[in-house]
């Protein structure tokens, strides 16, 4: 049994450790002058590339199309859909001139794109053979935020992933948000990551849907972190904006609507799940370089090392991966391997002259670090096993994480208990009605969840708080 890598700090200071690492491994540099705005750095946005590839590939594959919509909302717009200007307005950024003069039109720079496409899906939708429309786009949105600004977790500026579909029927805006769902998942099993997907209670949906469902990770300590949503908007949206379509018996009706998103938060959610005191962990899948090749120069050996290190990287690479040498002079090989474990590059090759003479290869694990030898000429296919194994056992150990951490109560003092401790998320009876989940939000000063959207398991018993019958489980957690 390989020793545990350390995660004290990853634990005890989770707040600390990350922002270090978004500094430290240059993946975000947050000194920006507005608060809530930040730099992707060169490192940082190839992860970011690859994971929005994913998500793009995932989309691209279930028949979405990408599509780039304007940046700026007139007023008039994002006023049409009544709960939806209410829960935005406040949060806008507003352009009020044009140059010197003041805009007769205040325009918001969106904070996302409903009331974008609104006027837009009013002119092309027409008979029902328009439908389904499935369009995303990958954008910068802005959201005034007053809860306190993180980097990456809660910007002012973040970027994000968004679908929006339209449907001639319920059933098919329903389907769809099914798919979404399931989207995600496969998103977030490719990222290692685990969650949790609950229905979110009505006070706290997004505003103008009709339902959401979140995806929810835990952090460290003990807080849960929203990392997708997925929202079925009903006719809400086309009835703000007159968007219908001619079925084929020739009566007109409104257009069923969804929407769902992933902000930068997907990226932070690897970064999260798999760090450890040495730095992040990424899952090869995503990994800017799969593998760093480090030389061990011996007394005059140095050049003869080098030139093997160069070889099998050029071998690698032809092979599909994605792997470097780094044959810097002037550093010394174990600041070299902190280097690259702070990175979180998956596996690292150390070839010295004995390696050379024995025909082999050491190789080190990012998330165990355990090493091993390999001969040269299985290289390739023992990396490609790695990997797998890798990927496998890092998202069984973010799932057990996640398990170990959940609770199921049917008593309030337990749960208070619970999440006074910050031990994670606390699964309990809940009667249904929204003034008693809001009364359990103020108890144990936690937020709800929502409802598990994995199982529709009834629970027997009591609600936690009022004793009327239960209707189903709710989650409760302290969150980002
Ligand atoms: C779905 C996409 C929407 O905006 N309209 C289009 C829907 N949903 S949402 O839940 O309000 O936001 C989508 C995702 O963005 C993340 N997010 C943030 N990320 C970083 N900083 C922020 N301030 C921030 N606010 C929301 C959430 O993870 C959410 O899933
Ligand atoms: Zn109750």
Known sequence: MAKEVSRERWRNEFGEWFRDILISAEIMDYRYPIKGCGVWLPYGFQIRKNVFQLIR?????????????PLLIPETSLAKEAEHVRGFEAQCFWVTHGGQKPLKIRYALRPTSETILGPMLHLWIRAHTDLPLKLYQVVTVFRYETKATRPILR???????????AHATAEEAEAEVKEEIENYRKFFDELCVAYKISRRPEWDKFAGAVYTIAFDMLCPDGRTLQIGTVHNLGQNFAKAFDVTYEKPDGTHEYVWQTCAGISGRGIASVLIAHGDDHGIVLPPRIAPIQIIVVPIPYKEKGETVNKKCLEVVAKLKKAGFRAEADTREDVTPGAKYYHWELRGVPIRIE???????NNEATLVRRDTLTRETCKMEALESRLRSLMETMTREMRRKAWEWLEKHTFQTS????????????????EAPWCGDSECGQQIEEAVDARILGVPEETQTKPKGKCILCGKPAKTIIRIAITY
């Open 351 to 357: 070839i010295g002259p004995r390696d050379i003479e």
């Open 57 to 69: 590939n995932i989309l691209d594959a279930t028949g979405h199309k990408e599509a780039l919509f």
């Open 155 to 165: 910007m002012r500026e973040f970027d994000f992933k968004e679908a929006h579909t």
């Open 411 to 426: 008593s309030l003092e337990e749960a208070k208990q619970l999440i006074s401790e910050r031990a994670g998320i606390v």
